[in-house]
């Protein structure tokens, strides 16, 4: 409900002399105030368990408001590519150097900053009064959300560091949690990854299920491993889970192979018994996919590079249970929750190593609002710290699919540079960020660009969620970090419409 009608409806009420509700108050001079705002709280990467990264309880930043919005606060530190969660009016993020921050909404100030990792990359989440969150050398960490005070850790990187030297580069490759974790019940579930830099390097990728009290493992599904058969290494999970609670099902995208015969449950979307962590169904959508950095820096054959790494989102197509996701082909289907039949497929933009659907979508009202690449500078030269991810002609395309129409286009709109964080929805405003430093606001029904700012120059501005009023983004991010390119500035910021 927009401000101004809220408003006005209390002096309505006051004028025809009916009582006030429990929410609405008079002020000393007798007039009425408006309820305080409905409670909007983003408690993990996707916003809540379905993934939808939209949230349906904020009435504070609207359409209406959006265009006035200026920076609240911000808190500096190394690159983060963190959705920011809001729980209880505390902002829990991470980032590029290993610190976990929480901060408060209404003003920035630090609640408390621990630094307890090497490094960053996923975001929290905040459940049952504690922070959840997975870091670059494969640990789980649990923390009070009130104090920080460590609740338990899990290291679940079942592989060794590979030593390797690419390029000129030497490098040791670790167990890299990149996924962020959500909860089904009382379990943690994550996805498991690592760099794919040679075919030789030992890692293989796993969806794990853990005890959201002790840290205990209570499951490790393979997905190298299918039908009693050993594939290729690699398969990162670089998705986060979209859970389906009524189902005790967990979904999730799967990357490439790195090593041949590829696994037939890599560039898919894999369904997952939450309590025994058995396999329901898989839809590899680009098979015999064998991908390294080894390979291509050799000029070897290989194949396309076509990830799921992006988060799946849970709705309905006309009544019919429904899973969607996008990959790095610059498609993305709709798939039957049940059985993981195609319902329909819609091609955004062309695919490559570097290109098409890189990030999650959101969901609103039978809209999926997703973001897809398309990549056509590649750089003078093949090093993994020379990428030109802002480059303007490398330009990201934010799609409106009708999902009730066989994801039939809306609406379209194309940014310089491409995007790398999130999609987020609230009260009919999309936002996303640029890998220039930029976030965007979109008018949710006409696609049109109704607000922008440079969140941060040094690096991409990744993660974006909407809650109590603020837009929160953080930024300062680029690949390869930790292989030969400097931690860059970055931090979060907190925007709010201006009064």
Request: proline share 4%.
């Amino acid at each position: 409900m927009r401000r101004d009608t809220v408003y006005a409806a209390a002096l309505a009420t006051a004028i025809s002399g009916v009582g006030c509700s429990d929410d609405e108050r008079v002020s000393s001079d007798g007039t009425m105030t408006p309820p305080e705002p409905a409670s909007s709280e983003w408690g993990s990467f996707g916003g809540d368990p379905t993934n939808s990264r939209s949230n349906e309880l904020e009435n504070v930043l609207t359409r209406d408001s959006v265009g006035t919005l200026t920076r609240a606060w911000e808190s500096a530190a190394p690159g983060s590519t963190s959705t920011p969660a809001v729980v209880d009016g505390i902002v829990y993020w991470g980032d590029s150097k290993g610190t976990l921050h929480a901060n408060r909404l209404v003003d920035g100030s630090e609640v408390w900053a621990e630094a307890i990792a090497s490094g960053f990359s996923a975001s929290p989440l905040v459940a049952g009064g504690r922070v959840y969150l997975g870091d670059s050398s494969g640990v789980v960490h649990a923390r009070d959300a009130a104090s920080g005070a460590p609740a338990w850790e899990a290291n679940i990187a079942n592989y060794a560091a590979d030593d390797v030297e690419i390029a000129g580069l030497s490098l040791s490759i670790s167990t890299n949690l990149f996924g962020s974790p959500s909860i089904v019940g009382d379990t943690i579930v994550i996805g498991t990854a690592s760099a794919p830099f040679t075919p030789t390097q030992a890692f293989r990728g796993n969806v794990v299920g853990i005890d959201s009290a002790t840290g205990t493992e209570k499951w490790r599904f393979d997905v190298t491993e299918h039908e009693g058969t050993i594939y290729g290494v690699g398969v990162s999970v670089w998705s986060s889970p979209a859970v389906d609670e009524s189902r005790s099902t967990i979904y999730i995208g799967t990357g490439q192979s790195y090593a041949e015969p590829a696994s037939p449950l890599s560039d898919a979307l894999l369904a997952i018994d939450a309590d025994s962590g058995e396999l329901v169904w898989s839809r590899q959508f680009t098979p015999n996919d064998f991908y390294t950095f080894e390979v291509l820096v050799a000029a070897g054959m290989q194949g396309e590079d076509y990830d799921v790494g992006a988060a799946p989102t849970l709705f309905e197509v006309s009544g019919r249970a429904a899973v969607g996701v996008g990959d790095k082909s610059g498609m993305f289907y709709a798939l039957d929750r049940d059985s993981g039949d195609l319902i329909w497929g819609r091609e955004l933009t062309p695919g490559s190593a570097l290109g098409g659907v890189m990030t999650a979508a959101a969901f609103h009202d039978g809209v999926i609002f997703v973001g897809s690449n398309t990549w056509t500078n590649f750089g003078g030269n093949l090093s993994l710290t020379d990428i030109p991810f802002d480059a303007p002609e490398n330009t990201c395309g934010v799609f409106a699919l009708d999902v009730n129409d066989d994801g039939n286009t809306r609406w379209n709109i194309e940014f310089e540079s491409v995007c790398i964080g999130g999609v987020a929805h609230a009260a009919g405003v999309v936002y996303i960020g640029t890998a220039n430093g930029t976030v965007h606001a979109i008018d949710a029904k006409t696609g049109e660009e109704v607000w922008s700012d440079l969140a941060g120059p040094d690096g991409i501005a990744s993660g974006t969620s909407v809650s109590g009023g603020h837009l929160l983004v953080t930024h300062g991010w680029a690949f390869a970090i930790g292989v030969d390119s400097p931690i860059l500035d970055g931090g979060l910021v907190a925007y709010a419409p201006s009064e």
